[in-house]
């Protein structure tokens, strides 16, 4: 491994970590009810995907699968330990996928905000600029169709396209100001 390799990868892994320690912890938490135990848990689980980072295909999953590593470590930790008292797996995999859909579900609400934004910004575009984006975006169409629809150049239906993006860029870009002041 080149040590540019090992650069990035330490990167990707220290992101990662910054990112998911603490939803690591809970996850060894809620298993074995032991806050000592659950961050001997969650090192051992960073271990693991460190050891099998490149298994990992999909970044954006690296939470629940970093949860279910911490899972997994933790009822074994228990089962070592000879303790009876762990939930079972049902149960454990049943809570991580509760805080799996829960995720989801904040996320489709933010998703249905940003749609409903952008439509906003769409309806107060200029009605040529509005006309060029529908059509390219919601009918699919390509620009060299849009153009014969109707009858402009290619290049008229290229920059109106260019002011339209760039205008819905720009009030998402005030909307995020105004957010943040």
Request: glycine share 2%; with cysteine.
């Amino acid at each position: 491994m080149t040590s540019e390799c090992a650069y990035a990868r330490e990167s990707v892994f220290q992101h990662i970590y910054s990112l998911y320690h603490q939803r690591v912890y809970h996850a060894a938490q809620k298993v074995l009810r032991d806050a000592q135990m659950a961050e001997d848990a969650a090192q051992e689980t960073f271990i693991k995907a460190y050891r099998y980072l490149d298994k990992l295909e999909d970044v954006s999953k690296a939470g629940a699968w970093l949860a279910t590593i911490a899972s997994r470590t933790a009822i074994d930790m228990l089962r070592k330990e000879g303790k009876r008292t762990f939930i079972s797996i049902e149960l454990a995999s049943w809570e991580l996928e509760q805080h799996y859909l829960e995720h989801i579900v904040i996320e489709e609400v933010e998703l249905r905000e940003t749609k409903q934004e952008l439509e906003q910004d769409i309806q107060k575009l200029k009605p040529k600029l509005k006309e060029v984006l529908t059509l390219r975006y919601m009918e699919d169409m390509r620009e060299s169709e849009i153009a014969a629809a109707l009858s402009l150049s290619k290049a008229t239906v290229k920059t109106r396209l260019y002011r339209a993006k760039a205008a819905v860029k720009q009030a998402k870009l005030n909307r995020e100001q105004v957010q943040y002041v």
